[in-house]
């Protein structure tokens, strides 16, 4: 199914009071982060768009996909469910070979096309710090490796046009990159995220508080301008962790030049 939007009704804060922000659309080849403090809803927000929740959830949310309702077959099958969710948490993966791990999905969602499983792995490689080969098993990747082969893995195999994203920032991916890459292939990409560069790269940023959205903050030119001094930071960011890593001297001139 073809997706070009997603609106979200507003429902119920924790205080029992209607949510502030009544109704949001997002639409596709947009980038939106869902931001807040720990505890303020922001999971919860995206377990609400991920089941289609309908005033079925404890939010009272109701999703709209193309302005209407959700057609029933998205809803009970599976195998083309539009929506891929990248979690914190990938304890669940198979103690598979990555490459069986890939073809399995790749026979299941794209009649098994092996090309897609090359594809996913360059760009998997494309957004992780460390090389993925294909013999190596599921359980063995680091964190920012399974992050990046699961975000490929969505874009390529799974070719859902919706792609949510939990807490990237903490996985060791190659984050400006990964933007500018999942931005070219215009799926409609939402991020939960405490990062203020994945935050100002976005098209718009949900606020949430207290269970509900509070806000909708469409980015500035004068953020976007403040983007690019972030992205310098956090590149200063990388190279001494990097550098950590490899166990380097670490000298003061070094880092704040």
Do not use: W
């Amino acid at each position: 199914m073809k997706i070009e939007s997603i609106t979200i009704i507003g429902g119920y804060g924790k205080s029992g009071l209607p949510e502030p922000v009544r109704e949001v659309e997002l639409r596709r080849g947009e980038i939106v982060s869902i931001v807040g403090p720990t505890g303020s809803g922001k999971t919860t927000l995206i377990n609400d768009i991920e089941m289609f929740a309908s005033g079925d959830t404890p939010t009272k949310r109701k999703i709209l996909v193309n302005g209407g309702g959700v057609p029933e077959e998205i809803r009970s099958s599976p195998h083309i469910n539009p929506i891929a969710r990248i979690t914190q948490h990938t304890t669940f993966l198979s103690d598979l070979p990555v490459y069986d791990f890939l073809s399995i999905h790749a026979m299941i969602r794209q009649d098994g096309d092996e090309r897609l499983v090359k594809r996913t792995l360059d760009l998997a490689n494309q957004l992780s710090g460390e090389n993925i080969v294909p013999n190596i098993r599921m359980t063995e990747l680091s964190g920012g490796q399974t992050r990046a082969l699961l975000i490929a893995d969505a874009v390529v195999i799974g070719n859902t046009p919706v792609v949510l994203i939990d807490e990237v920032e903490n996985t060791g991916i190659y984050k400006d990159r990964a933007l500018k890459i999942l931005r070219e292939c215009q799926k409609m990409l939402i991020f939960v995220t405490h990062d203020p560069l994945i935050a100002l790269s976005s098209d718009l940023r949900i606020v949430m508080r207290n269970g509900a959205m509070v806000k909708v903050v469409r980015t500035t030119e004068d953020e976007k301008a403040v983007l690019q001094e972030v992205k310098r930071l956090d590149d200063i960011l990388s190279e001494l962790r990097e550098n950590i890593r490899l166990g380097n001297p670490i000298g003061l001139k070094k880092v704040v030049t």
